[in-house]
């Protein structure tokens, strides 16, 4: 499945300034994970207007996660880990949580696209 054909916080998100393409600012993330938890904190607080592009781009990097093999998303798991100075086993503990993965599952997305986020997750944190 290509990325194309998919379907589809930081701690302290913030909305890109003005002018800005939020697409290009989230290809500058290195990690995908990181990139869907971008999105997903901005999902959250865009103005009204705003929302349909950045569900679109939502659902665009949630695909892109999906397609990920699990040793690809162990990986991106690290990088992601990397960048913000945690080990991945630490960052898994807290994204493990039901309250917070939730967040980082488009609204729109397919119970099955849910139920393999969710077991994927579960798998990582044992092998992180």
């Not at 990325?3 to 800005?20: M, T």
């Not at 901005?42 to 103005?47: G, Q």
């Not at 009204?48 to 990097?61: R, S």
């Not at 100075?85 to 729109?108: E, F, K, N, V």
Request: glycine share 4%; with cysteine.
């Amino acid at each position: 499945m290509s990325n194309a054909a998919c379907r589809f916080p930081r701690d302290n998100p913030s909305r890109p300034p003005d002018g800005i393409d939020l697409s290009s600012t989230l290809r500058g993330i290195p990690s995908v994970f990181e990139r869907l938890i971008k999105v997903a904190s901005l999902a959250n607080i865009e103005p009204e207007g705003d929302q349909e592009a950045v569900h679109a781009e939502h659902l665009a990097v949630f695909g892109s996660w999906l397609v990920l093999s699990l040793r690809d998303k162990h990986a991106d798991l690290e990088v992601s880990a990397a960048d913000q100075g945690r080990s991945a086993a630490g960052m898994m503990r807290h994204w493990i949580q039901p309250s917070h993965y939730q967040d980082l599952i488009p609204r729109s997305a397919l119970a099955i696209e849910r139920e393999l986020f969710i077991m994927e997750l579960e798998v990582l944190f044992l092998v992180v």
